[in-house]
């Protein structure tokens, strides 16, 4: 008897069981692309043939509490849809019927969560009223942005970097090299790790250098990027820095000196030629000689008086013989003429030499007259001083060569006649 009584129990359990309210989603997860509109399916049972009242609710995860979606009232067949996704979501399938689907259109990464179906049924709230479902939102990975984290010298540790700004599900990344010369390589240097985006290297030396380029990567498709790596030597410290600089501002001074020092005198230089050009010093081309002639005439003057004065004297002590006489008047006269043409001769090269200076005088000013053509903006005055300087050379010249010359010795005022001596 107490045997058939346990049975009869449990096989109302399981009666009981079977007849319970039980809500289903065919698949743990659904997968689509960014911007489709899809459909969560949803269904449900009921131990009531005819329940009088479903309430059907759709859900979503977030970090602290579900966020209420939709709520269905069949016995008035209105749907209560939250503000922040009105227009975007609707009750699909007939609830009549135990369907309870959730309707999203345009999709983004925010619904890239965990969404709950929940069925309340008055008179049935036994077994399984709700159910759990993720929706994966699949974007393709965006192109990855490459940066280098250090400073490329040798012996210097360097992260290469690839980022994308998004991709569902979450990109994978890949690092390939070259070397300078776009020939693979397995890994750009021994020490090497590649960890989510990251390509560390440390101790890096001059063949680390080369080009390297990251894939980001999901189901949907992939995207690269690319960076070129040089490796140079360890950069000049703050102390050599400061010593080349102060001996760059050495030498530089030093030039700037002797530039300044080579213009002061080539303008100099340039104004000596332009004031030697227009007319130099009526003293420069002026005869030297006369002067000691002249200074030479007055000494021969005094000689001659002197010596007079002895032959007077001597004439006076042996008496007076006049042809005697005459006749040493005479040879002193001719060596007085022997040396005035001796003077006269280099009277003439002097002369000459002074002609042939002053042709080149004249050279040199018509190479200034090139010249000045060549500098127009200064002509008038170059005129005006040209024109000054040669009417001071011409009044010059003309008081020096309109002065006649007579270098020839005194005549002593007892002299005879030539007449004389033809007698």
């Known amino acids: 008897m107490e045997g058939r009584i346990c049975a009869l129990a449990v096989l109302c359990l399981v009666l009981s069981s079977v007849g319970a309210l ?6 743990k997860e659904y997968e689509f692309a960014r911007g489709d509109n899809i459909t969560l399916p949803c269904s449900f049972k009921s131990k009531l043939p005819k329940p009088s009242l479903v309430i059907i609710s759709w859900s979503a995860e977030a970090p602290t509490a579900n966020i209420l979606i939709l709520t269905y009232y069949s016995n008035t067949g209105l749907t209560d849809i939250k503000s922040i996704y009105e227009g975007r979501v609707s009750l699909g399938g007939d609830p009549r019927t135990g369907q309870a ?11 890239n969560k965990m969404f709950e179906c ?8 036994e077994g399984k009223p709700a159910a759990n479902v993720r929706l994966v939102v699949l974007v393709a990975p965006s192109k990855p942005v490459c940066k280098l984290q250090g400073k490329a010298e040798y012996g210097q540790n360097i992260n290469l970097t690839c980022l994308s700004a998004e991709g569902s599900p979450t990109p994978t990344y890949k690092w390939a090299s070259t070397d300078v010369r776009s020939m693979p390589r397995a890994a750009p240097h021994p020490r ?20 390297f380029t990251c894939t980001s990567s999901n189901k949907i498709r992939s995207a690269t990027c690319n960076i070129t790596l040089a490796v ?24 700037l000196i002797v530039i300044v020092y080579c213009c002061c005198r080539h303008r100099k230089k340039k104004r000596q030629e332009e004031e030697y050009a227009l007319g130099a010093p009526a003293e420069e081309f002026r005869d030297k000689e006369p002067p000691r002639n002249g200074e ?8 001659e008086t002197r010596v007079e004065g002895d032959r007077n004297e001597d004439r006076s002590e042996r008496g007076y013989d006049s042809r005697k006489d005459n006749d040493e008047r005479r040879s002193e006269y001719d060596d007085r003429r022997s040396d005035y043409d001796d003077r006269r001769s280099d009277y ?7 002609d042939d200076r002053r042709s080149d005088y004249n050279d040199r000013r018509s190479d200034y007259s090139d010249r000045r053509d060549r500098y127009s903006d200064r002509n008038e005055r170059h005129d005006d001083e040209r024109s ?8 010059d010249d003309d008081d020096r060569y309109d002065e006649p010359y007579d270098d020839r010795p005194p005549v002593p005022n007892n002299k005879p006649l030539r007449k004389d001596y033809d007698d």
């Open 296 to 303: 030479r005439r007055q000494i021969d003057r005094e000689e």
């Open 22 to 27: 039980e809500v289903v989603i065919p698949q």
């Open 388 to 395: 000054t300087n040669e009417r001071r050379d011409r009044r």
């Open 192 to 211: 090497t790790t590649d960890k989510g985006g990251i390509l560390s290297m440390y101790n890096i030396t001059k063949d680390t250098s080369g080009y």
């Open 348 to 354: 003439d090269d002097r002369r000459s030499d002074y």
């Open 232 to 255: 140079m030597p360890p950069s000049v410290s703050f102390g050599s820095t400061a010593i080349i600089a102060i001996v760059v501002s050495v030498v530089a001074l030093t030039a």
């Open 101 to 111: 689907n959730l309707k999203l259109s345009s999709i983004t990464l925010a619904d």
């Open 118 to 125: 929940r069925v309340m049924i008055p008179g049935d709230d």
